[in-house]
């Protein structure tokens, strides 16, 4: 029996092509992630090999307090 793919609906997502929302779905092959529209049959692979820099600005804690 053939599992099917853990697909994953992106919320508030807008199709770039078909300008749909919540038409899009997020799935895991070989390592990577694809984003595809269920609508218009859009597809997109992300490149999940580096991660975003710009998410260590978010986390920075801000110690500005004075005792
Ligand atoms: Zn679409």
Redo the contacts with the bound molecule.
Sequence with gaps: MKKPVNRRFIAGAV?P??Q?MD?LVMYREEGRLVRT?V??G?EESLDTGTAPSNNASQTTIVTDRQN
């Design positions: 199709c092509a078909c749909k038409k529209c609508c218009c859009f």
